[in-house]
């Protein structure tokens, strides 16, 4: 034994397991020979416990260490390449693994796609199935594997020595052998199965390959716009800017994409977005405030590297927004307008694409969820104008007995067509594939499905490949991977959508469209519910209902168009709570824009009389003019308060935006008391707009009687007031003697005279005359009068009759200068001469 170890050219661990394998060889001999002469029931029993107990422990070790096979190259062979295979080992025991050795094993040939689906599932290593080791010559050896440490391997193999027959798929393993302290034995602790596609020689018929290469992405664009005259939108986040930055998810897409031979399939919603980055945009932070976007360069870049990429490319356009057509068939329908709205998303599609891409985009395609179809969705699907719908074996499962995978393109009736994409082909780069093994695996096993369905049959056939609809961006180099080998091939060639479509159907395919009933109950889980439609079609009746009194609605009507468009979005699966806050926030921000156009709140109003003025004040607060709206005022008790004659009255509405306007209605009042009276706007059409204002008008109203009452009464104060002012004014220019007859000794004539103008005019006194006494009795530069007596009443109310004069009356009672002597120039009286009768009882003369 210890020059066996030590043979030249072999290594000790080698050695060491050479040594091992005989020596439990020649033990065995003598156990054989004994159990030989055992009875052959208790053998059969002894040998089935026995390899019960091999299998569990041969399952169990064989998760020992974790085996990981992060490439295989060349992905394809051919003859005289060497096969090189590289991973890590990983002890994920807690014992140490010693005498380790990591080999390639090559499988027996799989004969069907279901046997590598069969493969790809099982776990563990299985002796006989997962073959046996290439050969000492292509491992390797490592003395200490310690728990939780990792080690990495290379192997490499010509593909001459893996003894390879026709061609075929064939299982490739990587097995790590070795022992522990609690097995001190030889056993596979650690195997991963991967597949080889051997493909020697050109086939004489290729396989034409369609692969669809998506670029959608979820809701990034609001309602919101600026008021300026550009419009500038309103981002949810900035996320779209992190997936089209370099190293991005949708940045990687375009990059990897451009050098392959694919399908582009692209939402309009990506395009119109990044082109809005492009410009200037907003994007919405914390409560609601909003910060300026500063990714307007990548934008600018990423559009053009698409740009470059579809140049000459097969470009199919999903309606805008990608609208989720299973939510729509299921829930949707019943709801008034929802397949409208679909119509208005494909009727935008040429256009955005067209104008951002300079392509003429291919429209007739629908794409539902995962290629899921059922009798409902194909009739939502094609009632937008698509006559091709898009699904997956899996849903429209072949029940034939052909046994061939068949074309792709197949009739479903009604004039539309299903093109079936291979769902084992199509699912094979889902999950995670961050891991350089998983990667690895996805790309084989595609490589290997594909060439079993070549193999199948002579026929060529048209073949479709429809990966997930936003695939992460380590999919998407797995998925640039496979597509660059498999175009590289010798089974397959590439081909457009629209031409796989056109292909002949194989008469033997399946055509019949799955029941309802058969739709997968996990999609249905995440669809849209019927009151996100009814939510939205609520919004959509707020905007048509806006949008008639606008100047310019195309300012309101082509954001919130879009917005509603996004609100059916297929992205929404899986993210209940933000779709439902994404709906609130659009019908939230339409309200906000309405209610810029109001009636300003009114206080309660006076009415004095029986007719009067009521204005009411609209405020048009938005950037542009309204028009065509109708301001309604209406009396609750018309029998008190007339409007126009009428209950109510109405009047055109137009102003201009920042502005308002205020309408004056005529009312007239039949009674007193208080009157509530509403006014409410309306579109010409007679739908109500905005809210309604009430406010109460208090009547107080004045009859005829009253104020033929209180005219009367202020025109006797008039009259008495003029009576009192004339009466003063005339005592003020009388003289104070009495003539007979009470006029003044001037024979019933006044002493004053009426010039032309029929005003008072004093007469000049007569020098020689005698002058009047004043009337005050004193002189006015004498003292105050004594209090009166009853003999200072006038003449005619005095109790006697007799004249008795007081001697001092003379003196006291003429004015000053009475008694002065008459000058030559004196006027000559113009009285009569003095009457030398005697005065009559009463009488006071001067003498």
Known sequence: MADAA?????RPARAR?????????????????????LPAAPSAQAAGRTAAETSAQAATGSRTVGVSVDSVTPSIPGGGDTVTVSGTVTNNGKQTVTDATVDLRIGPKLNTRSDIDDAAERTGYTSGADGTPVGDD???D??????????????????DDLDLGSAGVYQLGVALSGQTSAQPWEQVLGFQRTFLPWQPDGT?????????????????????????????????????????????????????????????????????????????????????????????????????????????????????????LASLAHNGTNVTGSLSRLKEATDVIANTVHTILHVQPVTDFAWPVDGAVDPSIVKVATSAGADTVIARSDSLEETGELPYTPSSARPIGGGTTAVVADARLSTAFEGDLTTAS??????????????MLNLQSDQQRSILVAPDRMPTASQARAMAQAVTTLQSSGWSEAQSLTATAEARPDPGATTKVPSASQYPSSLRKQELPGTAFEEIATTQDKLDNFKVILTDESRVVTPFGRAMNREMSTSWRGRATEAAGFRNGVENYLNALAGQVSLIQKSETKLSGRSATIPVTVQNNLVQGVDHLVLRLTSTSPTRLEIGGNTYAEQPVSVSGGHSQSVKFDTSANANGRVTVIAQLFTEDGQAYGDPVTFDVKV??????????IGGGVLLLVLAGFRMYTQRKRAAREPSGDGPDGQDGRDGRDDTDTDGDGDAQESPPDPDAPQAADPSGTDPGSPAPAAPTENSAPPEHRPDSQDSQDPHTEESGTRPGAHDPQQPSDPAPDTAAESTDPSRTGERVDR
Do not use: C
Request: no cysteine; proline share 7%; net charge negative.
């Open 6 to 10: 030590d043979i030249p050219g072999t």
């Open 17 to 37: 397991r050479w040594l091992r394998r005989t020596g439990v060889l020649l033990t065995g001999v003598p156990l054989l020979t004994g159990l030989l002469q």
């Open 138 to 140: 292509h491992s390797m």
């Open 142 to 159: 490592f003395e200490r594997l310690a728990p939780g440490v990792a080690q990495p391997f290379t192997l490499s193999v010509p593909v």
């Open 204 to 324: 004489d018929t290729r396989t034409r390959t369609t692969f669809l290469w998506p670029l959608i992405s979820t809701v990034h664009m609001t309602a919101q716009t600026d008021s300026n005259e550009q419009q500038t939108p309103v981002f949810l986040d900035d996320d779209l800017a992190k997936e089209i930055a370099p190293g991005g998810r949708l940045e990687q897409m375009v990059a990897l994409g451009k050098d392959l031979d694919v399908t582009w399939v692209i939402d309009p919603d990506l395009l119109a977005s990044v082109d809005a980055m492009t410009r200037t945009y907003e994007v919405r932070g914390p409560g609601g405030t909003t910060t300026p976007g500063t990714h307007q360069a990548v934008a600018k870049q990423w559009l053009a590297d698409l740009q470059g990429a579809v140049a000459g490319k097969e470009v199919v356009a999903l309606p805008f927004g990608d609208p989720d």
């Open 438 to 451: 998983a990667d690895s695996l996805a790309v084989q096993t595609f490589l290997s499905q594909s060439l």
């Open 700 to 709: 107080t109203e004045i009859t005829a009687t009253v104020m033929l009452v």
